[in-house]
């Protein structure tokens, strides 16, 4: 193996401006239908956005958790406390990026709440110097692969109507819930309609090792991967798992960086890793995990918590970044909101593709007047 140029030595390089103000801003967005995974059924996008100004340029960005801790430890309330008491504080003005992460490095954990900052900078700089995201990291526009989530439905015949609208869109990959006892039936339902459709199952770590028997069942569908079979917490265990298996694991829940990702690989825990960005720690530490992925043939996609679109976009831009060679937890807006905090949508095309936004920064425009719809909480912190 070759050794390559850092994917993000010139972002680290990057000069944060001064901020001249910083709000956290949390909405709640309806759901057009619950959507039900093992963990939880959720029914609606709370989420918290970072508004931040500097010379008058303003940028928007969206922490990725929930208010509860089912999918992920973060939570809304844990992000803004993170933000507030330990990570404002580092931010300072006429220092790099790269200097900030290291900064951010004796915060242990909270990755969501990280992300949540460095990617407003990010978009701050990039609208500050008037490009599209993508090119602030250095990328080219590209079409985006799409890829539908679809939750746990009662029965098989509603999961493969629901997969039937997904086909009709054009989705280049469809992923389904599954839990104990909702699983091989109705992933058998939607194969027999579909039998050369691009498929996926997604756990959530609903499994444990002694079901491994179970699982193999999953061999019989032709699956691109099962995404977190076994806990939240685990590696090792799912390395002992794929050896069982044919279908590739993706490893979701169990990466939180790149030392995650190196041990994951280096185990043989999984074939495919799922990059969110939030969960990760941000932008830079994405780009990190896929490159470091692409030099080992290792597949990764971007994945997605449902957000609104502002995080919907920064996903979309990441992944124009190398190595993000599969369709991700990427969908139209319309899949979750009726009316969503952004313009415009996200909708796919005919061949289901979705374009990188064009503009400057994300490319989107925030509506103030749905942010003020939709606030539940509104505090000034600069
Ligand atoms: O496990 O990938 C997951 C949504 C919320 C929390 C966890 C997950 C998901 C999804 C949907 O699967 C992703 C999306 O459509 O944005
Ligand atoms: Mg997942």
Redesign the pocket.
Known sequence: MTLRPSPTAALEGLILPKLDHLDLVTVKLPFVAP?G?SVYT?TDKEAMLMRIGSGGVTAWSECVSDPDPF?FYETNDTARHIIKDFLLPLIEPGIALGELEARFRRVRGHGMAKATIENGLLILIALQRGVPLHALLGRPAKKILSGL?IGLKETPADLVAAVENAVAKKYHRV?I?VKKGQDIEWVRAVRRRFPDLKLMV?A?GDYALPDVAHLREFDAFSLMMI??PLSYSDIYEHSLLQKEMKTAICL??SIHGLADAAAAIALGACRII?IKQGRVGGLLESMRIASFCADRGVDVWS?????TGIGRAVNIHLQTAEGFTLPG?T?ETS??FDEDIADPPVVLGPDGFIGVPGGPGLGVRVVPERILKRALRWERLR
């Open positions: 959507f995974t959720w999918y989530s992923k819930k997604d959530n995404e977190q979701d829940e799922n994945g997605g918590m449902d957000e937890d969908s899949n979750y």
